[in-house]
């Protein structure tokens, strides 16, 4: 990790909501209800509620959500921030051996950059059937001609996961 104290304080943080999480259930469970927290961070700050955590020996290494609108930026999804968080973090471009939680299925620009960052496994919550790119609309996950494999988990706490936003767009739409 680098001397970045804020990062530290950040990845402590989610390192004791982690813990904190485990003490109910399995890691794989509290790695996504962490992820679930940062979804719902997002939602308050009015983005589509989309939180990734990424992994290592079970610790948190970088999170992130939604930010296309705060950052009037396309790309600042979940898992593209998660990434740049992770990989400042680690001070390394790649991320060999670890393991992103997000909480929807994601997109294939995500996908692209998951692979290209060499992450090893997916787990994802509800499933995008409008932009899913790991088995939903495409399946670049499983794709054998890329240059990287991952492995793909999907529909962990996908009810969960769904309701999130399911509450967030009816709230939008009664405004």
Not at 37 to 43: I, K, M, S, T, Y
Not at 139 to 148: A, E, F, M, V
Request: charged content about 25%; proline content about 3%; aromatic content about 6%.
């Amino acid at each position: 990790m680098t001397g970045d104290p804020y990062h530290q304080e950040r990845m402590a943080e989610y390192d004791r909501m982690l813990a904190e999480f485990q003490r109910r259930g399995t890691f794989g469970a509290a790695a996504m209800l962490t992820a679930l927290e940062e979804a719902r961070r997002g939602a308050r700050e009015n983005e589509v509620p989309v939180g990734a955590i990424i992994v290592s020996a079970n610790r948190v290494i970088g999170a992130a959500h939604n930010l296309p609108l705060t950052m009037r930026d396309p790309t600042a999804h979940a898992e593209i921030l998660a990434i740049r968080d992770a990989c400042a973090g680690l001070n390394q471009a790649r991320l060999d051996g670890l393991s992103i939680y997000v909480t929807l299925e994601p997109c294939v620009m995500c996908v692209g950059a998951l692979i290209n960052a060499h992450i090893d496994r997916i787990y994802y919550g509800a499933r995008d059937e409008k932009a899913g790119a790991l088995g939903s609309v495409y399946d670049i996950g499983r794709d054998g001609r890329l240059n990287h494999r991952v492995e793909v988990y999907g529909g962990i706490m996908a009810a969960e996961c769904g309701q999130v936003l399911r509450d967030f767009f009816v709230a939008r739409r009664a405004r």
